[in-house]
């Protein structure tokens, strides 16, 4: 579970009482997408004949191009998720990623596990090299404008605990 049990106002969309304008609501998902893009390879080298978390990645940017609704870009988020089911490790994590970034459409704290499981991803796949991890959640962090960028680090230091402390250091 990645979802706190008291949601930042900061991350639900205006519409549903919250503060994040559907705009913001769109760059977390373009985030969350270049998040499980960037580890997607990872999933890709061992089963590239599954378009499944690559399917899920291109749903969350067509959904905040708003060429996709929210129904058919989370259920793409969950065939990514079934594609991992069956795996271990990075290739596991990186199917995961993907299936969190085509969900940020549902909910934008959706985004914080997009990255998280990247960031899981990338350890696995470089397991002995400490800083990975902290590479991968830096890189993570550059794609982000300053506004979104300080919501974001707010929000994994607020949730790094149920997201297994994938952003620490």
Not at 66 to 88: I, K, Y
Not at 100 to 108: D, F, K, L, M, N
Not at 143 to 156: A, F, K, M, Y
Request: charged content about 25%; some cysteine; overall charge neutral.
């Amino acid at each position: 579970m990645i979802l706190p049990k008291v949601r930042d106002p900061r991350l639900i969309t205006i519409r549903r009482g919250g503060t994040l304008t559907d705009a913001d609501h769109r760059r977390l998902a373009l985030w969350a997408a270049a998040c499980a893009e960037h580890v997607l390879h990872l999933f890709e080298d061992e089963q590239g004949w599954d378009p499944r978390p690559r399917e899920a990645i291109e749903a969350a940017r067509a959904w905040a191009r708003e060429e996709m609704s929210m129904m058919d870009a989370r259920a793409r988020g969950g065939q990514a998720m079934g594609a991992a089911r069956a795996l271990h490790g990075a290739p596991r994590y990186a199917a995961y990623s993907a299936g969190q970034a085509a969900c940020v459409s549902h909910v934008a704290e959706h985004d914080l596990g997009a990255a998280a499981y990247a960031i899981k991803a990338v350890r696995a796949a470089n397991q002995g090299v400490p800083v990975a991890g902290r590479t991968e959640r830096d890189w993570q962090r550059r794609q982000l404008d300053s506004w979104i960028r300080s919501l974001v680090i707010e929000d994994q230091a607020q949730r790094d605990a149920i997201c297994w402390s994938a952003v620490t250091d």
